[in-house]
């Protein structure tokens, strides 16, 4: 039980490292973008609000059958959870560059800074912070929604739900559900630690 265990943990890290990473490699990049063009950024963010209302089960069910991404196991998975990533990276990203006051903006560009310069040398550190608590977030939703990946055969700590719903064994139950909210907590943590640390740095200098 105790190698499964182990097993079955690192197949649901794998699912939500690889679908927030991914995450994050383009909301990112997206936020920016529609940051700078408000109007069509503004339906970027309408269309990923859309997927976080569609329930996993139910995404999991209409994009099965597509010939690409669809099929028993983890690349769906992977890209549904990706999905319901994208939205807190996203919003986060977008309000801590909205929170940056216009004076330092222009400040910057009297030094001469181009956009390019001003984007990596002062926004992006300035909306830091509000970019980890979007990391946060999608992070510590993403292991709760991983074990449903188990449905499609992805693995994970849902497998032990499952198979605990199917026969009624709430120890089961508990092996899923226990080191999943575990997961959770540290995520949380660990993200929170890295929050504070990037508040009180500019204060240092």
């Known amino acids: 039980m105790t190698s499964n265990m182990i097993q079955l943990i690192f ?13 994050t490699a383009v909301a990112i990049p997206a936020a920016i973008w529609s940051y700078r063009n408000p109007g069509p950024g503004a339906l970027v963010l309408k269309l990923t609000d ?10 999991f069910g209409l994009l099965l059958p597509l010939p690409l ?6 690349k769906l998975a992977i890209f549904v959870l990706f999905l319901y990533a994208l939205l807190p990276i996203l919003r986060n990203t977008i309000l801590g560059l909205e929170n940056i006051p216009a004076a330092i903006r222009e400040s910057a560009t ?3 800074m181009s956009p ?19 990391l946060r977030i ?24 499952y198979r605990g719903l ?8 508990l092996a899923g559900a226990l080191p999943a909210a575990l997961l ?19 204060q240092q200098h």
């Open 166 to 173: 199917a026969t009624v064994e709430t120890e089961l139950l």
């Open 69 to 74: 991404l669809g099929g028993i196991g983890a």
């Open 138 to 161: 999608a992070t510590v939703t993403t292991i709760g929604t991983a074990t449903v990946a188990a449905a499609i055969g992805a693995g994970g700590l849902g497998v032990l739900l």
């Open 50 to 59: 859309i997927v976080q209302t569609i329930p996993s089960l139910a995404l």
């Open 116 to 134: 390019g310069e001003i984007l990596r040398e002062v926004e992006l550190p300035l909306a830091a912070t509000s970019i980890i608590a979007g």
């Open 184 to 202: 959770a907590v540290a995520a949380d943590r660990l993200f929170q630690w890295i929050e504070g640390k990037l508040s009180i740095s500019p």
């Open 11 to 23: 197949e649901h890290l794998i699912l939500v490292v690889v679908a927030v990473a991914a995450a």
């Open 110 to 112: 009297a030094l001469g």
